[in-house]
């Protein structure tokens, strides 16, 4: 069964530091929900990634991949070229200066050699996905330094009432008449 995903996103970093995110594919379990381990086997003539070794749970089902990068000025491409599950797949990064920061397009296909319910696999492929970006984003924030905006709290501090029997309900006094 085969399925695409296609995300775009602006992150407040500049493109550079986007680029040096991604091509750090060692820390890709950091922020990828599949990816367990990645081990890069070799490196271009400017140190980037070329072949990678990866171990990674496709649907569930753990693989281990080895995975070709092609990287350019903008974008970081990859594709599944062995992998124990038979599973294939390719996809890639690319990164835009934009006036709001760097907007990144992330494509990903892939193929299961196993018999898997077309909206199964492509509501799994999303939901992934979507986590996959989050994650990024945060990863990419916290290597540029930049602190995230604390979440609200659910409930004001002064919004707990003590439950009735905690306090006392005629004055507190035992004596009959008092209060």
Known sequence: MRTKTDHRFVVDVDPEQVM??????????????SHQDVRVASRDDYGRPKRVYVSATLMGKPDRQVVEYTCTEDRVSWQVTESSAGARGKGFFEVVD???????????????PIP?????????????AEVLVENFIAYVEDLAGIEPEPEPPLYADNAYEAPGHSRPLYGGSFEPGLA
């Not at 898997?116 to 992934?128: F, I, Q, S, Y």
Request: proline share 7%.
């Open 116 to 128: 898997v319910p077309g909206m199964l696999l492509k509501r799994t492929a999303n939901r992934e």
């Open 98 to 112: 934009v006036e709001e920061g760097t907007e990144v397009w992330y494509h990903s296909e892939t193929y299961l």
């Open 20 to 33: 040096e995110a991604l091509l750090l594919v060692e820390r890709l379990p950091d922020w990828s929900p």
